[in-house]
């Protein structure tokens, strides 16, 4: 079955930009109010921060710019919200027992589990198909 | 930058281990009533979408047979999204956007079922990597079981 890993690449830049579409719906969220939201605007400097950070470095993932600068940035930023928010238990009503700080399913933190390790992988996968600039 | 493409395989090992036991903890959730069930797992469908999520997610972690768990697993949660995400949005919008943190009106919340779709579809082409159990049964058989770029 090797013969697939020749469309690795093309398979590769759609996931890009599906992941990164959908990580422009997270900043749009937070700065643009749209697609509105039951938590509206971000108001605190630290949400105000991820959201430039989200609306910044999705097109650029998505578009393929300068993908792996972007990516890492918003790998690293969706690591700190995981942490932040979903492993901190700010996300539960109560305090987090250590199994629920452990498992995303738990903390519902799997969105920033998942967009960290995509993003991660788009660091050092960087292709020349789909993309702008190759870097 | 290109040598960063060198960390592109453990990376992506790492990844599909992550994202399978993430998998499969939804498949012990529907299936096992693993970390507190799931609310309406009982009918036969989500019975048998519970399955191959526990199964599937965890051998596309190890990497046995990953490519064919891999397409099972994407086309299962292509499935999910369109037949319960999609189905069940009620406007026109909430039938557009996958947004997991916006109310039902605007949003499907179908974000995690597009994001393993899409990942197990990378994992349909991109192979079990290096350190998988397919690699590790095919030693000695095959050289290398994915290019390295």
């Known amino acids: ?135 | 930058m290109n040598s960063l493409n060198r960390f592109a395989d453990p990376f992506y090992c790492i990844t599909r281990l992550i994202v399978g036991l993430m998998f499969a903890s939804h498949g012990g959730q529907l299936v096992l009533g693993m970390f507190g069930g799931m609310p309406g797992s009982d009918n036969m469908m989500m019975q048998v979408g519970g399955w191959i999520q526990l199964v599937g997610g965890l051998v596309i972690a190890f990497g046995l047979l990953t490519r064919l768990a891999a397409f099972i697993c994407s086309g299962e949660m292509a499935v999910a999204y369109f037949m319960i995400h999609v189905a069940n949005a009620p406007t026109p919008m909430a039938k557009f956007f996958p947004i997991s943190s916006a109310g039902p009106q605007v949003s499907n919340k179908g974000e995690l079922a597009i994001f393993y779709c899409w990942f197990f579809l990378f994992v349909v082409f991109y192979g079990p990597g290096r350190w998988s159990i397919d690699a590790w049964l095919r030693k000695g058989k095959t050289a290398a079981a994915t290019p390295t770029t």
Request: glycine content about 10%; aromatic content about 12%.
């Open chain 1, 1 to 135: 079955m090797i013969w697939l890993n020749g469309y690795t690449d093309t398979v590769y830049c759609i996931i890009r930009v599906v992941v990164g579409l959908m990580f422009a719906c997270q900043g749009g969220q937070k700065i643009l109010g749209f697609p509105p939201s039951e938590r509206g605007l971000a108001t605190t400097p630290i949400g105000l921060t991820a959201g430039w950070i989200e609306l910044g470095c999705c097109f650029l993932i998505a578009f393929g710019l300068l993908t792996r600068l972007a990516a890492f940035i918003a790998s690293g930023e969706m690591a700190v919200a995981y942490f932040l928010t979903s492993f901190s238990g700010k996300t539960l009503n109560h305090a987090p027992s250590v199994l629920e700080r452990l498992l995303p399913i738990l903390n519902k933190g799997e969105l920033p589990v998942l967009f960290c390790f995509m993003f991660l992988l788009a660091v050092s996968t960087a292709r020349v198909v789909g993309a702008l600039i190759h870097c």
